[in-house]
């Protein structure tokens, strides 16, 4: 099975600006995650999708949104690009029937926000 | 609330030799997973073991195996053997089980940066 995909690999913004982050999941998955990881914080779950439905998120503003789409792949966007963005953002898939699942990572998306 | 504490930031391991990486954790939750995680320069997160807080033996997959304690709220993973290719972040990860509003996502420790020496 081919695995978790993430597009693109690199961007660079700058502050002010939106941008739409892509994960293609694991065939036959339905839950995707996504995660965000920084130097200074570590990795912190930012939401995660099932179905369509935004099943759970974590403790970021609302400037950080997503979706799925029926075919199980992802997008999170971010509005208002601040410089604290700046990360590698992680996508995970598992089948979603179950929280202990293994969830399986994507290569991650590396923003720069200048 | 979870949490995970790795308390080793960095190991030098000679290669070929075994390595331990600590792992506690903290939970009220009766059931829950434990995972490891490796993660090179590259990026990626890597898959390495699970064990369910309700599995009566200790994990294993191939060089890795998971020594789990419940009572000491322990995880730690061993690698047999190590390689040079063992040479990466690993972070030691937790999630509880789904109870009907949906996974809360993994809760991760710092995480402790590997390097096998020749």
């Known amino acids: 099975k081919a695995g978790v995909t993430q597009t693109p690999r690199y961007l660079i913004k700058t502050r002010g600006q939106q941008v739409t982050l892509s994960c293609s999941p694991i065939?036959?998955?339905?839950?995707v995650s996504w995660y965000q990881q920084t130097p200074g914080q570590g990795l912190q779950f930012l939401f995660e999708?099932?179905?369509?439905?935004?099943?759970n998120k974590g403790n970021f503003p609302g400037r950080f949104s997503g979706r799925q789409f029926s075919n199980s792949r992802s997008e999170m966007n971010v509005s208002t690009l601040e410089l604290g963005d700046s990360a590698l953002y992680l996508c995970?898939?598992?089948?979603?029937?179950?929280?202990?699942?293994?969830?399986?990572f994507g290569p991650g998306t590396r923003l720069l926000v200048l | 609330a979870q949490k995970i504490t790795q308390t080793q930031p960095g190991m030098f391991v000679q290669e070929k030799e075994a390595v331990t990486l600590d792992c506690t954790y903290d939970?009220?939750?009766?059931?829950?997973?434990l995972f490891w995680y490796k993660q090179p320069s590259s990026g990626e997160m890597i898959f390495l073991i699970y064990?369910?807080?309700?599995?009566?033996q200790n994990a294993t997959e191939g060089r890795y195996s998971l020594n789990f304690q419940k009572a000491r709220k322990s995880a730690n993973l061993v690698i047999s053997a190590s390689q040079l290719g063992d040479s990466a972040m690993y972070f030691c990860?937790?999630?509880?089980?789904?109870?009907?509003?949906?996974?809360?996502?993994?809760?991760f420790g710092k995480g402790t940066h590997l390097i096998i020496q020749p």
């Open positions: 999708y099932f179905s369509e439905t935004q099943r």
């Open positions: 990860a937790m999630i509880s089980k789904y109870s009907g509003g949906g996974a809360d996502g993994l809760t």
């Open positions: 065939s036959g998955h339905r839950s």
């Open positions: 064990q369910g807080s309700y599995d009566q």
């Open positions: 939970t009220s939750d009766p059931s829950y997973g």
């Open positions: 995970a898939s598992s089948p979603g029937t179950s929280g202990e699942e293994t969830q399986y």
